[in-house]
């Protein structure tokens, strides 16, 4: 230590300073004080701080325990719900890209098709050539014709794919080489796959089989007026009616139908006509087909009797000069009435021109045959008969009027066709 009062340095325990000589005692005792003060007060500031720790830790609140959240019924049937659509929705994404992928490339249409060929899915197959229903190739009658076809052929074993030209990103022509449960090996079959113009699900290429090597565009089948037409079961209404060739003939027109052999029958209210079934072998041509039909021989009476009532009123009318008006309703048209009604009335100038006058005349229609050929008549009956005409002429040389000995016969010939559930005259001549 160091003297207070000249700074000499000292012992610690020295009383007095060697130096100046001044006394250390009361120095000591004063810091001796100080240090005990101090140490009061550091005791005094210690007992307070705990004192005050202590009021701190009772104030405080105590910490409530960790304990696990209960959850009511409801709550866990809500958490349960979210949990399970989250669970549909990832499926639901799965599924998406999945099902929106199966069609987005040539090579995925034909594996489908191969696939659906070896498991006889033809309800599948239709889809993937995308026409949806119309006419003649609905899915139901896509798949019944398609499984009768089958079953000659058999299903399809073993099988591979391999385009046959350059995808052009629009089309691919593929070629798929099989053999069948028939025992055919090697057999190939040709595809066009061509891409849609509209994507699926909006984000995936959509791709489908054209139906080019399967479909035929536009059968027509002659129609005969009177008949009811039935296609593989399905009725050919009149909405299916026009014209076909040159010549304006009526036939129904089948904008679409599968190629193949289809079963046309045809069958009228009145047992006119002898119900036939035949088959027509329809190729990816346009074709046009003549059903082969024939009238029953009740038929071919029918028409003879109705032809008798009307030739006996149309040479009335002829004869009487009623016009064509009255006999416009024995005919199929306007057209051959007119034509009917003009040759009579040129057969009964010819008399009053030569110096002849008639006497009387009388019709007899004797016979009829039904037609078997619809190609040139269409379903007719064809009616033969005479007019007989007595008449009476003038002498050139004296004038004089002298009766006709005999009758004068005129032969005559009706074909007959029932038209829409009547009889009708389709051609009248001599």
Excluded at 45 to 66: C, G
Excluded at 112 to 138: H, M, N
């Amino acid at each position: 230590m160091y003297c207070p009062y000249c700074g000499s340095k000292i012992d610690d325990d020295a009383r007095f300073c060697g130096e100046c000589g001044a006394s250390l005692e009361d120095l000591k005792e004063e810091k001796e004080l100080e240090e005990t003060e101090l140490e009061d007060k550091i005791a005094e500031e210690s007992d307070e701080i705990e004192e005050i720790e202590e009021k701190i830790v009772e104030e405080k609140p105590k910490r409530k325990p960790v304990v696990k959240k209960q959850y009511s019924k409801s709550e866990k049937k809500k958490l349960g719900i979210i949990l399970v659509e989250s669970i549909v929705l990832l499926c639901l994404v799965v599924v998406f890209v999945i099902v929106g992928s199966a069609y987005s490339n040539p090579n995925k249409i034909m594996k489908k098709y191969a696939q659906a060929r070896q498991e006889g899915d033809w309800a599948t197959i239709y889809e993937l050539y995308d026409i949806g229903d119309q006419g003649f190739v609905s899915k139901d009658q896509f798949i019944s014709f398609m499984q009768k076809k089958e079953q000659s052929s058999g299903t399809v074993l073993n099988y591979s794919i391999q385009p046959s030209s350059i995808n052009n990103g629009v089309s691919q022509s593929m070629v798929m080489t099989y053999s069948t449960t028939g025992g055919s090996t090697g057999e190939q079959e040709y595809f066009t796959v061509k891409r849609e113009g509209s994507n699926r699900f909006l984000f995936f290429q959509k791709w489908s089989l054209d139906g080019g090597n399967i479909f035929q565009d536009n059968l027509y089948i002659k129609y005969i007026p009177g008949i009811t037409m039935k296609l593989d079961g399905v009725e050919i209404k009149k909405d299916y009616l026009t014209t076909y060739g040159t010549d304006k003939i009526q036939a129904y027109k089948i904008p679409v139908v599968l190629t193949g052999e289809h079963t046309l029958s045809l069958q009228d209210k009145n047992d006119f006509i002898e119900k036939t079934e035949q088959t027509v072998s329809v190729s990816v041509d346009d074709m046009y087909y003549v059903p082969a039909v024939k009238y029953t021989e009740a038929a071919a009476k029918k028409a003879l009797s109705t032809a008798k009532t009307y030739v006996k009123d149309i040479y009335d009318a002829a004869y009487s000069k009623k016009g064509v008006t009255a006999v416009k309703k024995y005919f199929s048209n306007s057209e051959e009435a007119k034509k009917a009604y003009d040759e009579i009335v040129e057969s009964y100038k010819y008399y009053n021109e030569n110096g002849y006058s008639m006497r009387s005349y009388s019709v007899s229609v004797n016979s009829a045959e039904a037609n078997t050929n619809a190609e040139e008549a269409g379903l007719r009956v064809i009616v033969y008969g005479t007019v007989k005409i007595n008449y009476q002429y003038r002498s050139a040389f004296s004038g004089s009027i002298y009766p006709y000995s005999g009758d004068k016969s005129i032969y005559q010939s009706l074909v007959m066709g029932y038209d829409d559930g009547e009889w009708k005259i389709a051609s009248f001549g001599y």
